[in-house]
Structures are given as structure tokens and as C-alpha cells.
């Protein structure tokens, strides 16, 4: 059973950075597609970006891109968010997921498309 435990959040002023964490045990995450997602209080769960099994190929939502950048460490089967100039409307709770389909080039965006997922990490960007 995969599971995945994230940590990096916190606190930042605008325009700072954090790295987010999702550390897997259970299974190797090497041929999963894995994403991130965040939620903001009173809004849903939007996937923001997410990488395809073996690394083939990235995605990364309107709102996130150019700032954000997700990798993998393979040996450390480890997906991380590098999160570069933080905005307010960043803040919301941090979730990574894994799902799997016999495709490198598979890009889920959609939480149904998820079978795993962690417990969350918080992000509060305020000055």
C-alpha cells in the first residue's frame, strides 16, 4: 500500500519560497504519475501540477506556472514542489497524490484520477 507523508509548509511572505516534500513508503514511485493539489478554504481541491511516471512529462496550472516546478528523486522516492514567488492567493493546504495507468505520457489532473493521497501540508503566505 502506498503512502505518503508531505512536509515543507509554513509560514512565507509574499514573494518567498518554500519546498514541499511528499515522501512515499510502501512501493517505489517511480512508475506513477504523481500530482500535486491544494485547497483553499471554501474552494475545491485544484491540481496544480503534476509529473508522469518514469518523468516524461510535466504539468502545471495557469495559476502556478513559471513559479512553481515539480522533480522526482528516485532514490530518495521522493516528489517534490519548489514553490518560487509566493503569493497570497497561494495559501491553502498542500496535498500530493499517486495514480497509475501503464503510460508515461499520462497527465491526471482530476482528483478522481487519484488513488492515493497524502494527509496535507499547510501553506500560509502573509506578510
Known amino acids: 500500500q502506498l503512502q505518503f507523508v508531505e512536509s515543507g509548509g509554513g509560514l512565507v511572505q509574499p514573494g518567498g519560497s518554500l519546498r514541499l516534500s511528499c515522501i512515499a513508503s510502501?512501493?517505489?514511485?517511480?512508475?506513477?504519475?504523481i500530482g500535486w493539489f491544494r485547497q483553499a478554504p471554501g474552494k475545491e481541491r485544484e491540481g496544480i501540477s503534476c509529473?508522469?511516471?518514469?518523468?516524461?512529462?510535466?504539468y502545471y496550472a495557469d495559476s502556478v506556472k513559471g513559479r512553481f516546478t515539480i522533480s522526482r528523486d528516485h532514490v530518495k522516492n521522493t516528489v517534490y514542489l519548489q514553490m518560487n514567488s509566493l503569493k497570497p492567493e497561494d495559501t491553502a493546504l498542500y496535498y500530493c497524490a499517486a495514480g497509475y495507468q501503464p503510460s508515461t505520457t499520462w497527465l491526471p489532473t482530476t482528483t478522481n484520477e487519484y488513488a492515493y493521497w497524502g494527509q496535507g501540508t499547510q501553506v500560509t503566505v502573509s506578510s
Open positions: 509529473i508522469s511516471a518514469r518523468d516524461v512529462g510535466t
Open positions: 510502501g512501493s517505489t514511485l517511480a512508475d506513477y504519475a
